[in-house]
């Protein structure tokens, strides 16, 4: 198992170093100057080679690279004296707050609505994909593939707008959506998050409603279930202790892809209810071409896709003791 978990840190290590070569290497490739786009378009020429001094710009990119990695692990110091604290991810156009700050204020916001949703997702895909497998050809489960296949064919932006219509504007059933630290209030938090919640898990759910029914109908018609049967075991026993065990390998696996998702898909909910979070300060800085911040929410983005596969991983290797000898 430790090897196992030491290959599976190395190929994560691996594969973080390969997107954050590969980002800072975009960050040269765009037909512009970056140190015009860092500084601004009122700059002055004096002010552009400024900029282009204190950043370094005219140093080989893989000096440049060094630095920047450097800066995450014990900080920076810019040629015009200006202080990186480590983990330092750069300025927001050189000059302004660190882009480590910006972050912390807004990962929190992208958190609370990615593993909120992926909760409640979970728990309804799971859920409902269970039940309509057991109660195969019945009412409930046409329901539940019906509710599925609308849940996959509507758009995210659409469904968001119209939970905010209904919710907060026709029946003023809900606030409209604000952060509130879960340290501060739990119930604040969870009235603030939940109409991105329901938008973002009401979508996704289908996933793993159709991904649970069909394993589980698989399953069902296996050997070892009539044998439990047979042995007289209840049905909660079986559906519960072997069916779903039996058939949560692809499940874990599509979940902790989803979670990942979910970080892609906070570009929309924070943009659709207003939320500053990581997703729309992504989305501004593509907008003010703010380079250090792309880079910074391009690698976050990348660490959570490593770190949500590395757990599936370990996952798997505990749910199926085959996967560690492949």
Known sequence: MLRFVIRRL????????????????????????PARIQC????????????????????????????FVKGIFVGRTYDNGTECAAPCLGLVNFGGREVTEVVKDAFPITASIAVGAWILQLTLGIGLGMIAAIKRGKLIDKFA??????GAATPLYFFGAMLLVIFRY???????????????SVGGWIVGMTLPWLTVALIGFAFETRMTRSQMLETLDEDFIRTSRAKGLRERTVYGRHALRASITPIATSAGLSLAG???????????????????????????MELSMVMATVLIAALFVVVSTFLVDLLYAVIDPRVRLS
């Open 10 to 33: 190395l190929l994560a290590i691996l594969t973080l170093t390969m997107v954050s070569i590969i980002t800072f290497g975009l960050f040269f490739a765009i037909p512009a100057d």
């Open 40 to 67: 601004g378009e009122r700059c002055s020429a004096e002010q552009v080679e400024a900029v282009r001094k204190n950043l370094r710009l005219d140093d080989p990119i893989h000096e440049q690279y060094v630095a």
């Open 145 to 150: 593939v019906g509710v599925a296949l609308v």
């Open 170 to 184: 026709e029946t003023n059933w809900l606030p409209h959506p604000s952060y509130v630290s879960p340290l501060e």
């Open 262 to 288: 979910l970080l892609g898909g906070a570009v929309v909910t924070e943009t659709i209810f207003g939320l500053n979070g990581l997703g729309k300060k992504a989305v501004d800085a593509v907008r003010m």
